[in-house]
C-alpha cells in the first residue's frame, strides 16, 4: 500500500482516544460485544481510525457469533499485513494496517466461504463510511 502513514509516539496519542491507542498502537483489544460494529450491518467501508485507508467491506462482515466485528476478507490483499503473534502463550495471526500499522485483531481459519478466513477485528480500531456518504 502507498503512502505509508508514520508518526511518533506523542502524535498518536494526541489524534487517538486512550482507547483507541491502546488498541491501535499497543496491541490491545476490546471486550467481546462492546465495541460499536460488533453487530452493524449498514452497507458501507470499515476504514482504518489511524489512517483512513479502506480496510473492510461490508459485504464481507459476517455474524461469527464473538463478539467483534468479522469479515471473510479485506478490501484489497495488500490493505493488511498478516504477522505471527505469540502473545498469551498462543500462536496466532494478528491483522496490522499496512498503511500504518495499526493493529486491528487478529485472522482464524474459521470463516466462511469463499476464503474461510474470519478476520476478527476490533471495532476501535474500525471507522466506519455507510454508502453514499460524503466520506466514500
Not at 488498541?23 to 458501507?44: P, S
Not at 490483499?77 to 496466532?92: A, L, V
Request: proline share 7%.
Amino acid at each position: 500500500m502507498s503512502d505509508r502513514v508514520e508518526k511518533k509516539d506523542e502524535e498518536w496519542r494526541a489524534t487517538l482516544s486512550p482507547e483507541q491507542y491502546a488498541v491501535c498502537r499497543e496491541k490491545g483489544t476490546e471486550r467481546a460485544f462492546t465495541g460499536k460494529y460488533w453487530n452493524t450491518k449498514d452497507d458501507g467501508v470499515y476504514r482504518c481510525v489511524c489512517c483512513e485507508a479502506p480496510l473492510f467491506h461490508s459485504d464481507t462482515k459476517f455474524d461469527s457469533g464473538t463478539g467483534w466485528p468479522s469479515f471473510h476478507s479485506p478490501v484489497e490483499p495488500d490493505s493488511i499485513r498478516e504477522e505471527q503473534d505469540h502473545s498469551y502463550g498462543m500462536i496466532r495471526t494478528e491483522v496490522v494496517c499496512s498503511r500504518c500499522d495499526a493493529h486491528l485483531g487478529h485472522v482464524f481459519p474459521d470463516g466462511p466461504q469463499p476464503t474461510g478466513q474470519r478476520y476478527c477485528i476490533n471495532s476501535v480500531s474500525l471507522e466506519f463510511n455507510a454508502e453514499g456518504s460524503p466520506e466514500d
